[in-house]
């Protein structure tokens, strides 16, 4: 079975590309300094260290410029019809906006980056909510998206809804670098799918998982069905907002057991009636 957790995919030739410019900057740069230091000296000054530093502050993207992508996209959907309302729920909350759908329901999300840390967990569903998503916000360019939507559906959510008892109804990965050429989207290149132009973005459109409409228990409900498009409005609202094909959403299957004393997940993505990720019976330790 193929590795298509996401139809898109790391450039394969991207990490020894990074290696060897790396290696150039190392050993080249002294030749690019303009203070006419020795080579010896530009190295021991700390010039080289620091600006790597700075660089990487720099192309860091900040949870304000994630903010205003996701402001640029629910004002489109808010100005097209396909939600009521939206909020910032403020940082004493663990989620991150309140949507009111159009009948009046009230879909929670929690803002997330590239799924493959240790913060893919924290996140609490408000009381008020009727659904309540993740949002994966990845402004990593080198980042892998199969490994990391991997990483955070079966490593980190699947466990923690089954073990934590979580109610998360999807996942949508989706942001500014989407069909662009450091993250090539098969949607458009190969599927011809229409990009829609918000601001300074040209979006594809989102890729969406929807998850079990109830929490796995190995005794009781060992394999739930996963939720439908219809069953999650802000993930329909945004699926029918940029252009989304049904054939192309993310039914994801967490699946429990016991295995002697031990409590087990099985997890598995099914696109278009194909299952495109399946993983075996995975351990939860929680310490």
């Not at 010039?47 to 994630?66: T, Y």
């Not at 090539?184 to 011809?192: D, F, L, R, S, T």
Request: proline content about 7%.
């Amino acid at each position: 079975m193929s590795d298509e957790t996401i139809p898109c995919q790391r450039d394969p030739q991207l990490g020894s590309k990074i290696d060897e410019f790396a290696e150039i900057l190392k050993t080249q740069s002294h030749k690019l300094n303009p203070f006419g230091l020795s080579e010896v000296e530009f190295y021991d000054s700390g010039i080289f260290e620091g600006s790597i530093q700075r660089v990487r502050g720099q192309i860091s993207a900040s949870m304000g410029e994630k903010k205003i992508f996701v402001k640029h996209v629910l004002n489109y959907m808010q100005d097209n019809k396909y939600i009521q309302d939206w909020i910032e729920a403020g940082g004493s909350n663990r989620h991150d906006y309140s949507v009111t759908l159009n009948n009046g329901k009230i879909a929670a999300i929690e803002l997330k980056g590239c799924l493959d840390g240790n913060n893919t967990n924290i996140s609490a569903r408000p009381p008020h909510a009727h659904e309540f998503i993740v949002w994966s916000v990845c402004q990593n360019k080198g980042a892998d998206p199969r490994h990391n939507v991997w990483s955070g559906i079966h490593t980190r959510f699947s466990a923690d809804i089954i073990s934590e008892q979580k109610r998360v109804d999807g996942l949508v990965v989706w942001d500014w670098l989407c069909g662009t050429t450091a993250r090539k989207c098969p949607k458009i290149e190969q599927y011809g799918r229409e990009i829609t132009e918000i601001g300074p973005y040209k979006l594809p459109p989102p890729c969406i998982y929807l998850f079990p409409e109830t929490i796995p228990s190995p005794r009781n409900n060992p394999n739930p069905r996963p939720h439908t498009i219809e069953g999650v409005g802000i993930l329909d609202a945004m699926n029918k907002c940029f252009g989304g094909s049904n054939n192309e959403l993310n039914y994801v299957h967490f699946d429990a057991a016991m295995n002697g004393v031990e409590l087990v997940r099985t997890t598995t993505i099914d696109r278009n009636g194909v299952v495109v990720k399946k993983s075996k019976p995975t351990p939860i330790r929680r310490s």
